[in-house]
């Protein structure tokens, strides 16, 4: 198997016709390692994987795993992790116990389990479709966000590119699929941003599963 140290990407579940895997990334599978504030709904997600998981293997239990959800197999059917993998897979990602567990729930029975190396770089497992909206006040941060995004996630498509209504003093990844947490997070993290809600006034791209926002904060 081919060592998985490209990989990266942070949060707690993630989804995407995509995929993730970020520091952790894994498929649309947007996964990830980072351990940022995560909406309920995730939290009782992962609760019940791991419970049904639970009563199939012995999981780890000094860390919290990122949970994703495989929704475009056919991308990640060159990776060895995931050669077994269908739509609609659970995916669960420990990074310090180095194991990714893939589970099925229609059919309640561990998939594969194979040992995961995360570094701190990107996920060519992430294949959402991104939206950029520019409220930095800066026309030059839109190019840079772009091409940051692009060296994080190969995979990604970016498909709305645009300035914001408003300026935003900060920059925010918002999963707009309220499918896949903690994808927004592991974006997030991956381009040293914050993760956050769909702001007001603001509205979601059709085409996108993730949204960024480029605030007045990102100079980096």
Request: hydrophobic share 45%.
């Amino acid at each position: 198997m081919k060592n998985i140290k490209k990989i990266l990407a942070p949060y707690r579940q993630s989804l995407i016709t995509a995929g993730v895997l970020g520091v952790v990334a894994v498929v649309v599978l947007t996964i990830s390692a980072i351990t940022h504030h995560r909406s309920q709904s995730g939290q009782d997600q992962l609760k019940q994987v791991t419970n049904a998981v639970s009563k199939l293997i012995i999981l780890p239990t000094d860390e919290t795993p990122t949970l994703a959800t495989v929704s475009d197999a056919n991308k990640l059917k060159n990776q060895a992790i995931f050669a077994k993998a269908k739509d609609g897979d659970r995916v669960l990602i420990y990074v310090k116990a180095q194991k990714v567990i893939i589970y099925r729930p229609s059919a309640h029975k561990i998939v594969d389990v194979n040992p995961f190396i995360a570094d701190k770089k990107g996920s060519p497992y992430v294949t959402s479709k991104v939206a950029i909206l520019n409220g930095s006040g800066n026309d030059d941060l839109l190019a840079k966000m772009t091409q940051s995004v692009l060296s994080a996630f190969p995979n990604a498509t970016i498909v709305v590119k645009d300035v914001a209504p408003r300026l935003f003093p900060n920059s925010l990844a918002i999963d707009l699929t309220k499918k896949n947490q903690p994808l927004d997070e592991q974006v997030a993290d991956s381009l040293g941003i914050k993760a956050g809600q769909l702001p007001l006034g603001i509205s979601s791209p059709a085409s996108a599963d993730i949204l960024i926002i480029i605030g007045q904060d990102y100079s980096r």
